[in-house]
């Protein structure tokens, strides 16, 4: 009676360390030293493989306690990472890399390396639970997006992520990846067939670029409009020949802005 009291109470021991273990080592090895006092207290037999069934039962079932602990701990690390990622970026497509081999993944990773892309594959379950936790109204619209399999590109060029798969696929006369949807500054762009417009967007340097080189158009006509008076004589008046330039020049900047915008 006194060894089935003993056994039972090493037991309970056991089990409650289950909750307090930080591996499935630490669960390994205190099973082994439990099995090692029914070896050497025990004397009656079937206590002996009662004690050790009990034991093997419990480590089991402590095993895929902590797989389930781990697994759960590795999912909130993907989802702090993505948190990160999506706060980081303000641009950011959703693409579908399924049927890509390994070798075709690998040169779609190299050419977003080169053109400073992050990429990133994640369960659509985890990109969800990320993008809901920082602001779920913002991201409602790439929710339906978040199907088959998923990679992600960040990058602070709005464009460059489209320009790496346009060139992806032409290169590799395929259809993968495909867009699936595309963050840009707030703005939100669902589809594949939205790649093309996202190829040609202009990004703010550019944009600026445009705006400084139409600000200065009309400097540039009226400098080179007094260089010519000067050189080749003319029977008008400096003033005259600044206002004919000036007025030529915002002539031609109302017509050019629609242009480059188009």
């Given at each position: 009676?006194?060894?089935?009291?003993?056994m039972?109470?090493?037991?309970i021991?056991?089990?409650?360390?289950?909750?307090?273990?930080?591996?499935r080592?630490?669960?390994?090895?205190?099973?082994?030293?439990l099995?090692?006092?029914?070896?050497?207290l025990?004397r009656d037999?079937k206590?002996?493989?009662?004690?050790?069934?009990?034991?093997?039962?419990?480590m089991?079932?402590?095993i895929?306690?902590?797989?389930g602990?781990?697994?759960k701990?590795?999912?909130n690390?993907v989802?702090?990472?993505?948190?990160?990622?999506?706060s980081?970026?303000?641009?950011?497509?959703i693409?579908?890399t399924?049927?890509?081999?390994?070798e075709q993944?690998?040169?779609?990773?190299?050419?977003?390396f080169?053109?400073?892309?992050e990429?990133?594959?994640?369960?659509?379950?985890?990109?969800?639970?990320?993008?809901?936790?920082?602001?779920?109204?913002?991201?409602a619209?790439l929710?339906?997006?978040?199907?088959?399999?998923t990679?992600?590109?960040?990058?602070e060029?709005?464009?460059?992520?489209?320009v790496?798969?346009s060139?992806?696929?032409?290169?590799?006369?395929a259809?993968?990846?495909?867009?699936?949807?595309?963050?840009?500054?707030?703005?939100?762009?669902v589809?594949?067939?939205?790649?093309d417009?996202l190829?040609?967007?202009?990004?703010?340097?550019?944009?600026?670029?445009?705006v400084?080189?139409?600000?200065?158009?009309?400097?540039?006509?009226?400098?080179?409009?007094?260089?010519?008076?000067?050189?080749?004589?003319?029977t008008?008046?400096?003033?005259?020949?600044v206002?004919?330039?000036?007025?030529a020049?915002?002539?031609?900047?109302?017509?050019?802005?629609?242009e480059?915008?188009?």
């Open positions: 009676l006194l060894q089935r009291i003993l039972g109470l090493l037991n021991i056991f089990f409650l360390s289950l909750f307090v273990s930080q591996s080592a630490e669960v390994g090895i205190g099973a082994l030293l099995v090692l006092l029914f070896l050497i025990a037999n206590i002996k493989l009662v004690g050790i069934l009990s034991v093997s039962l419990m089991m079932m402590a895929f306690l902590n797989i602990v781990v697994q701990e590795l999912k690390e989802i702090d990472v993505l948190k990160g990622k999506f980081q970026y303000n641009n950011f497509y693409t579908d399924e049927s890509l081999s390994v993944v690998s040169n779609l990773r190299r050419s977003c080169n053109q400073q892309v990429m990133k594959v994640a369960k659509n379950t985890l990109i969800r639970k990320a993008l809901e936790s920082l602001d779920s109204e913002k991201y619209g929710y339906q997006s978040l199907n088959n399999v990679a992600l590109m960040f990058s060029n709005p464009k460059n992520p489209a790496i798969i060139s992806f696929r032409k290169e590799n006369n259809e993968r990846p495909t867009l699936k949807a595309a963050f840009i500054n707030g703005d939100i762009f589809g594949d067939n939205s790649l417009a190829t040609k967007i202009k990004t703010k340097n550019e944009l600026l670029g445009e400084i080189g139409l600000l200065q158009s009309p400097a540039k006509r009226v400098l080179a409009a007094l260089l010519n008076h000067a050189e080749n004589g003319s008008k008046t400096e003033t005259e020949v206002a004919a330039a000036v007025e020049a915002s002539a031609e900047a109302p017509a050019a802005a629609p480059q915008s188009a």
